[in-house]
């Protein structure tokens, strides 16, 4: 037994039919509610006790510490090193080069006020905490039925990764993406957490899919105008900088972890650190990733055009081409996974166990390659297989995404068919009941024969 969620539409502008279609949608699962799962739902709707969540903080908390105090992190030193003399003379972008986006400077604000290395690094990891269980939090209040296997996942996923998660930047776009993705769910407006998640990493703009999927043009109006907004003050602040910015981001070879890229590992092409990632015949294969997003791009508009004629599940739809993105693209670091655990959570709570369980081995697969990453890029293969399989396991996944959001069309199309039956039904009801009687015709045709013999 599922909680039923009111969708995407407002029945007094669209019509029951619309509203029940995503209604049904919602709380449709793989299989029929059984006793089990009607009692599983039960036991989860008991919540999470304070004790958990106190367990919850002190675990992160301390892992944190513990590796801003003792273990080598390169991305926050460099982060330290880009920032550290941020002043209002020494701006990112207008005064040096900053390679993400805006809203990403926001966890780095503290460089220039910590006075040491270390003392950032604790900080900053902090922040990432904060972020991600606001995060949590946000999950599991939207769904209390379900908050005991979105706790589940979530945390089981950032146990193998979670020691290097939390000192990248990612989760400031993930919680973005997260309000937006609740704010879909439960009809509210999402725009502006989209716009916002665009600033913070670019790849959230991926949700406007979900906008068309569940027919709101206007919103995808309005997120469309203000990422163009922002970029064009961007622009206009400091062009040189977003100049940079976005030849940063072209960079060179293939990232050693991507879909083609560990091939060539394999087979011992040659190693190189370019634009802050250890890649493969740099200066070579810069057609591979326009293809793969020629490629990727005509899925995707096929996708949303099937959407725009059928219902197909918005949420599934955009995590099933995110998945296809992150393997179309030259670059696939090991923090690129986390984007997925919201819409995997979302899943998981909807028992969607298969998907859950494929990501879970992906994070899985992730941090063991993390963990050795020297030895990895140094050509052991036993590494290099199980990236390999971390990549099927993208690939899968992503397939697997995309057949639920047209699996449940089935189901919005037979909501369609019972809305209508239902509302005819309602509408031969009332004519029976305006409509008069034998006895009252009758009665009608003895006072007009009364009234015309008078």
């Not at 407002?10 to 793989?30: K, V």
Request: with cysteine; net charge neutral; proline share 4%.
């Amino acid at each position: 037994m599922t909680r039923s969620l009111n969708m995407a539409t407002n029945p007094n502008q669209q019509g029951i039919r619309h509203h029940l279609a995503w209604m049904i949608i919602e709380t449709s699962d793989p299989a029929s509610p059984t006793p089990e799962t009607e009692q599983a739902a039960l036991t989860d709707g008991a919540g999470i006790t304070t004790a958990t969540r106190i367990a919850e903080i002190g675990i992160r908390v301390g892992l944190v510490t513990y590796i801003a105090l003792a273990v080598s992190t390169g991305d926050v030193e460099h982060y330290w090193t880009m920032n550290a003399a941020m002043t209002l003379d020494n701006l990112p972008y207008r005064d040096y080069v900053w390679e993400f986006p805006p809203l990403s400077l926001i966890p780095v604000l503290l460089a220039p006020v910590v006075q040491f290395y270390v003392a950032f690094k604790l900080t900053f990891g902090l922040s990432m905490v904060a972020i991600e269980y606001v995060s949590l939090e946000m999950m599991r209040r939207d769904d209390p039925q379900s908050a005991r296997r979105i706790t589940f996942l979530w945390n089981l996923a950032l146990v193998p990764i979670g020691f290097f998660v939390y000192f990248r930047l990612d989760f400031p776009a993930v919680v973005f993406v997260t309000i937006g993705l609740l704010a879909m769910i439960n009809n509210r407006k999402s725009w502006w957490a989209i716009a916002l998640g665009f600033f913070a990493k670019l790849w959230p703009a991926l949700l406007i899919v979900s906008l068309i999927a569940y027919r709101r043009f206007r919103e995808v109006a309005y997120t469309i105008i203000a990422i163009v907004l922002g970029l064009a003050a961007w622009y206009f602040i400091a062009p040189d900088g977003f100049v940079a910015f976005v030849e940063f981001r072209q960079g060179t070879g293939l990232q050693i972890e991507s879909t083609l890229g560990v091939f060539l590992l394999i087979m011992d092409h040659p190693v190189s650190f370019h634009s802050g990632a250890l890649v493969v015949d740099a200066g070579g294969w810069s057609y591979v990733e326009p293809i793969g997003m020629v490629i990727w791009a005509l899925l995707a508009l096929t996708v949303v055009g099937i959407a725009l004629r059928r219902r197909l599940q918005p949420l599934y739809m955009c995590a099933g081409l995110l998945t296809l993105l992150m393997l179309a693209s030259r670059l696939l670091s090991p923090q690129f996974v986390i984007w997925l655990l919201p819409f995997a959570a979302y899943a998981w709570a909807k028992r969607e166990n298969v998907i859950g369980i494929i990501y879970l081995v992906i994070t899985l697969t992730s941090g063991i390659v993390y963990f050795w990453y020297g030895a990895f890029a140094a050509g052991n293969t036993a590494l290099q297989i199980v990236l390999v399989a971390r990549n099927l396991c993208l690939a899968v996944l992503g397939v697997m995404f995309i057949i639920r959001a047209f699996q449940v069309s089935n189901t919005a199309a037979a909501a369609n068919s019972m809305a209508s039956t239902s509302m005819a039904n309602k509408t031969n009801g009332a004519e029976r009941m305006n409509a008069p009687t034998s006895n009252d015709r009758s009665l009608d045709t003895v006072a007009t024969d009364v009234t015309v013999s008078r």
